[in-house]
């Protein structure tokens, strides 16, 4: 199993309480699950997936320019 560590400046962490201090790790786990929920969630679906690696790059680079517009790069 991995160890993940959040360090809090020193600067901020002598205003935190016992309590905000339990609140920001009950925070950051939550957000970490899910986010690995999320991950497992895309291997499972791209496993199944029957798409050729041509059609992917194709996908992939549409996906890209599509983002670039959005964004105002292009």
Not at 34 to 50: D, M, V
């Amino acid at each position: 199993m991995s160890e993940i560590i959040v360090r809090i400046p020193d600067g901020i962490e002598k205003y935190l309480t016992p309590a905000l201090r339990k609140r920001i790790e009950l925070e950051a786990i939550k957000e970490i699950e899910e986010r690995i929920r999320k991950a497992s969630r895309f291997i499972e679906l791209t496993e199944k997936s029957e798409l050729s690696e041509e059609d992917a790059e194709k996908l992939a680079e549409k996906l890209k320019r599509d983002l670039a517009k959005r964004y105002g790069v292009v």
